[in-house]
DNA sequence: GGCATCCTGACC
DNA sequence: GGTCAGGATGCC
């Protein structure tokens, strides 16, 4: 599920309700696997009487930064949702972590079908760990069009799988990925050596748009997402490409194509998004037949 | 790079 | 029954 504007979403949600709340007790914990760090004792045992002092977001990790240098990461991957609510969502079978918050009237929930969710309780090393193993933050004021030039020459990689790697730039997934890159008029499979500065500034701003749009409509729901109080986002009802396959380009009208990359179903305006051009210098000549059978 | 894997649920 | 899904990792 969510990617950075879901996920800053709700954040931004969380940060007006949990500043100043204190976590009474670990409420429910009934998936182990989803606490990769500490211990489950340690984690167990910390959390309770924390205070949250503020909410964040790095890449897509919702933080809750608590009292005595400690934060609690979560990261919703496919399905999950975290949310507060005035009543105890222990009994929901998909709810694996409740935390009771001051008198025990309300709760943060994290539910997550799925269960590829995963939560860390991180000291200030773990914190800058975190924070060191992801690319620049793309909305950041400190990510420059030549900050991303830089990231497109010096990887020799299709753009698609290259945007979508978190460790190259953080927060991007498989919507906005496929979304920007129509934006800018690029082929997810065009080697990002190739492009100009021209195209790599166009990507530039479309990365920037395209989540900013988001962010102000309150993220995309597609089935599982929702923000911090429960509500669906609305983002999905502007989308170009993202699963509109055989629907006419927003630009041109020509059916938008479906195709996958790296293992991912992946958007495209055959005709707003030029095919890759070679990605290779040509070794052997050109195909004898045109890959187009229409 | 591709592919399997972690999971459940929706849809055909 | 098979396929698909907003993510990430690990193993050829």
């Known amino acids: 599920m969510p990617e950075l504007p879901e996920v800053e979403t709700i954040a931004r949600n969380l940060a007006t309700q949990l500043p100043g709340c204190q976590i009474l007790a ?37 933080l809750l930064l608590l009292d005595g240098g400690w934060t609690l990461a979560l990261h919703l991957r496919m399905s999950g949702r975290v949310g507060v609510s005035g009543s105890n969502p222990s009994a929901d079978r998909h709810t694996h972590l409740v935390l009771a918050l001051d008198d025990g009237r309300r709760f943060l929930g994290f539910r997550d079908p799925r269960k590829f969710g995963r939560v860390r309780l991180l000291d200030a090393g773990g914190f800058t760990k975190l924070h060191t193993a992801y690319g620049p933050e793309p909305l950041s004021d400190q990510f420059r069009p030549a900050d991303l030039a830089h990231i497109l020459s010096t990887h020799h990689t299709r753009l698609k799988p290259l945007l979508l ?39 530039h701003a479309a990365i920037r748009s395209v989540l900013t749009a988001a962010i102000q409509r309150g993220g995309s729901t597609l089935r599982d997402y929702r923000d911090g109080y429960g509500e669906r986002g609305h983002n999905q009802e502007y989308f170009s490409v993202y699963r509109r396959t055989g629907q006419p380009c927003p630009r041109c009208g020509t059916p938008i ?32 037949h045109s890959p187009h059978s229409h």
Not at 34 to 58: A, D, N, W
Not at 166 to 184: F, S
Request: some cysteine.
């Open 165 to 203: 790697n978190q460790a190259v730039l953080a927060g991007l997934g498989n919507i906005y990925v496929d979304e920007a890159l129509w934006l800018a008029g690029l082929h997810p499979l065009r080697c990002s050596t190739t492009l100009t500065f021209t195209e790599g500034s166009h990507l």
């Open 26 to 62: 670990v409420e429910k914990l009934d998936w182990e696997r989803m606490v990769e760090t500490p211990s489950l004792p340690l984690f167990q045992s910390t959390l309770p009487g924390r205070c949250v002092q503020g909410v964040g977001r790095r890449a897509k990790w919702l």
């Open 257 to 288: 194509e479906r195709i996958r990359v790296a293992q991912r179903g992946t958007h495209l305006c055959p005709v707003c998004q030029p095919a890759a051009p070679a990605t290779h210098s040509p070794i052997h000549p050109s195909p004898p």
